[in-house]
């Protein structure tokens, strides 16, 4: 153990003290302050995304050095994955589709008083995948941008196959309910020009819908107008207001975390892998690690009811997201997530290339950022934990009169921003209504944007999958003969199994210990 | 009272005379809405950055890039002639895309509806393979397609998109048979070629530049060699008279008033000749084309022409 500590030290020294230099500063760091806090207000307000929030600095950065753009876009970027958190912890509505999962657990944890609580998990959490992420940048770039290379049409098809097995564990109540919300998203997820084929499908003579179900659109619809009704139609305050009142709680979230380690490390590795496959991003890597976390954890029940582990999984997976979607963007050329594809564009702007000779020929940009990425993370520490106090605080004690006009506003202004488009704004209308009916009638929103969301990546990978194995005359062989695709089938008959299986077993102990009985 | 009246008419004639020199010579005033009908990150968006630059030294103004992305450039493009016609709203626009789109289904607009200002670069069709292919030459890539019809795959972006087209024409021109296998635009198409998912790529010479020697370029759909790419042949060295890609142009709603648009398509046309700006273009693997208004009849006429001849050739029809 003690070598591999030391060769960490070796390669930490090698990739650059001159390099942390130049990432220290004062320029680099008031703007790596300014864009997590940036970031964090951003990603905070539903429907604003991460994306978006890198596409307007871009101007802006063309008149900075290029390590220096870097370094502003990367922090505004990791703050509005960490922002996201926000709204989904005190309002249920997740503020970018990478903080769907936090909702499961986050809002439960604030309705019963402890959403400061959920607040600084989440806040420690996303530093720590945050720094995980960037670790793996800064060390292991090169072998770890093979894996993108790995994974092909199939692999993608599996991967949301995996993912909507997760219907199943977060169908509270019923079952069925569940199944028929995911295929409902998945429905919605075939509306309007296929990708692949070129179809044109439920679009009826309704030109709007030709470009599709917008994903943030949905689900600011699905997710916020349920809760702005919920509000109006009922007379209790929103949020029970801290119990302690010590406002960070920050003792009690480090224990939680020591606590679970193993889950936030392995949360972050899935997060970092997840980032590192482009057109994957954020939203999947938290829902594979909640998924994860709530198979092998021993409080399964309590998933979905304000269990922290959730909170550490979703958080410092999306967050690790941020560090390993760089690591193809910046040695292939090849973006991970769609923030990487605009800072690539960026980049070209600017007269560098990313791609292969990046590392070789323009190095202190690249250490530079990477550093300056580093620091950034760590400055969400103390960004996150104050502006989280003043958040939950703001959130429980404003009074409702005003709460839902602001929430209902930026709906309206977040789905008008994603196109600026008027459209987007009736289509989050529409669905959130019909959202709130069937959340009425017993069904959850979550099964219903998983299939939307992961309806589209199966298909395409499905169709590709398909027409290359059918090329090679073995479309078997495609679907089921790859290694890595087979050991995410094992992952997906694991999860539909171990409920069958951990019953059998706490059955089989519940008799034997009823047989040894006099 | 008469003299009241006259005093309306010498006001009234003011107001115009003013909004009209407002119009075409104090324009551009104020920051102008460029819209990309796709999303941030591609080619459209880089390009549209690169201009922006050599814009703003041009006019002080800035062009402020948004996107509106939707079924592959159409849920911008059916919009277009309803946004403001003042000349501070102008959008990117593509070739093949606002010809093949109305052809095959009813998009919201026709082809005609687009008015475009200018066209001012192409992203020629390459064709693709991984660095460690056994294919070394053009002359290979036909070998291997003829020894197993339709065992060769090939990435591109999309279904019915330039690269899809050109694998088409050359797959006829040729005499072979391979599969295309569609995504989701450049990016995933890349991946998919560097992972070795598929056996080749359609792709564009913008790529060949982003990904320098992870792969190697068999041939570009060029009139003469991309400066970039001198090893790189053209199709038609080899015998095959394949020349096109994806072309980008700047359109505005139809009414908006005519010395705005010759204002427009004026600087358009001064950003194109720019040293600076066809250096970096070139530099990123683009190749340059000037089309203004004054060539841009013959030139639309052209084109039409051409791509209703591939659509009817690859069985395209409205549905």
């Known amino acids: ?518 | 009272m008469e003299k009241r009246h006259a005093w309306k008419v010498v006001l009234a004639a003011l107001a115009v005379s003013s909004t009209m020199a407002a119009t075409a010579a104090g324009y551009p005033d104020k920051t102008i809405n460029y819209i990309i009908p796709f999303g941030p990150g591609g080619e459209s968006d880089i390009s549209a950055r690169f201009q922006e630059t050599t814009f703003k030294k041009l006019t002080g103004q800035s062009l402020a890039i948004q996107y509106k992305a939707g079924a592959g450039g159409a849920a911008s493009w059916s919009q277009l002639n309803g946004m403001p016609a003042d000349g501070y709203t102008v959008m990117g626009t593509n070739l093949p895309h606002i010809v093949m789109q109305p052809l095959e289904k009813n998009v919201g607009y026709k082809t005609d509806d687009i008015h475009t200002l200018y066209w001012f670069h192409f992203t020629p069709d390459a064709l693709l393979v991984p660095a460690d292919s056994p294919i070394m030459t053009l002359a290979d890539y036909i070998a291997a397609a003829r020894k197993s019809p339709g065992a060769l795959t090939l990435s591109g972006s999309g279904t019915n998109s330039s690269n899809h087209i050109a694998q088409q024409r050359f797959d006829k021109m040729a005499g072979i048979k391979t599969t295309y296998i569609p995504f989701g635009g450049t990016g995933p198409s890349n991946t998919a070629l560097l992972g070795r998912q598929v056996s080749a790529s359609w792709g564009y010479t913008t790529v060949q530049v982003q990904l320098g020697k992870q792969v190697r370029c068999l041939a570009v759909a060029m009139e003469q060699r991309q400066k970039k790419l001198p090893d790189c042949p053209t199709f038609k060295e080899a015998g095959f008279d394949l020349v096109g890609g994806a072309y980008r142009g700047v359109a505005v709603p139809a009414s908006t008033p005519a010395p705005v648009q010759a204002r427009l398509a004026d600087l358009l046309g001064q950003v194109n000749r720019d040293p600076a700006f066809i250096k970096i273009m070139e530099d990123n693997g683009f190749a340059m084309l000037d089309i203004g208004p004054a060539e841009m009849p013959k030139f639309m006429a052209d084109v039409k022409s051409r791509y209703e001849a591939i659509a009817k050739e690859m069985g395209i029809r409205k549905r």
């Open chain 1, 1 to 518: 153990m003690r070598w591999s500590t030391a060769l960490f030290w070796k390669r930490l020294i090698m990739f650059g003290i001159d390099f942390l230099l130049d990432a220290l500063t004062p320029l680099n760091v008031l703007l790596a302050l300014g864009g997590v806090i940036a970031g964090t207000v951003i990603g905070a307000l539903p429907g604003l995304s991460a994306t978006m929030a890198v596409a307007v600095l871009v101007p802006f950065t063309f008149v900075m050095s290029p390590a220096t753009a870097l370094i502003s876009l990367g922090a505004i970027y990791t703050g509005a994955i960490y922002g996201g958190a926000y709204s989904a912890i005190l309002l249920n509505t997740p503020g970018t589709p990478s903080s769907i999962a936090t909702t499961f657990d986050g809002y439960p944890m604030a309705k019963q008083g402890r959403g400061d609580l959920a607040l600084t998990l989440a806040c420690l959490a996303s530093v720590f995948g945050g720094l995980v992420g960037a670790i793996c940048l800064l060390m292991l770039s090169p072998p770890l941008a093979t894996i993108a290379l790995k994974f092909g049409p199939v692999e993608y098809f599996w991967l949301a196959i995996l993912g909507l097995t997760l219907i199943a564990a977060l169908s509270e109540g019923s079952l069925v309910k569940g199944l028929i919300g995911g295929g409902l998203g998945l429905l919605l997820s075939m509306v309007g020009i296929a990708e692949v084929g070129g179809d044109i499908r439920y679009v009826g003579e309704f030109q709007p819908l030709l470009g599709g179900i917008d994903v943030v659109g949905a689900l600011i619809g699905i997710y916020c107008i349920p809760v702005i009704i919920g509000l109006v139609a009922n007379p209790d305050p929103h949020l029970k207001s801290a119990s302690t009142g010590n406002g960070f709680r920050l003792a009690e979230a480090v224990g939680a975390l020591m606590r679970s380690k193993v889950n936030l490390v392995r949360s972050s590795l899935i997060g970092t892998v997840v980032g590192i496959l482009p057109g994957a991003g954020g939203s999947i890597a938290s829902l594979v690690a909640y998924s994860e976390a709530r198979r092998v954890s021993p409080r399964q029940d309590n998933f979905g009811n304000g269990e922290p582990d959730g909170i550490i999984a979703t958080e410092s997976a999306n967050n690790a997201t941020v560090g390993g979607g760089f690591i193809p963007t910046l040695v292939l050329g090849i973006p991970g997530t769609p923030p990487d594809a605009i800072m690539l564009g960026a980049l070209l702007v600017q007269g560098i290339r990313t791609g292969p000779t990046l590392f070789s020929e323009q190095s202190s940009i690249v250490y530079t950022f990477i550093w300056g990425l580093i620091i950034a993370t760590l400055l969400m520490l103390p960004v996150g934990l104050v502006i989280g106090r003043y958040a939950f605080r703001f959130i429980v004690g404003v009074p409702k009169a005003l709460l839902v006009p602001s929430v209902a506003f930026l709906t309206i202004l977040g789905s008008f921003a994603i196109h600026n488009n008027p459209h987007e704004v009736q289509q989050m209308v529409v669905l959130g209504i019909i959202a709130w009916g069937l959340a009425r009638a017993g069904f959850t929103p979550s099964p219903i944007v998983l299939g939307l969301i992961l309806g589209a990546i199966a298909e395409r990978g499905f169709v590709q999958g398909f027409l290359i194995g059918r090329a090679r005359g073995n479309i078997a062989q495609e679907f089921f003969g790859r290694p890595i695709a087979l050991g995410i089938i094992a992952f997906i008959i694991l999860g539909l199994l171990y409920p069958l299986i951990s019953a059998r077993r706490a059955r089989k102990a519940h008799t034997t210990d009823t047989d040894r009985r006099p």
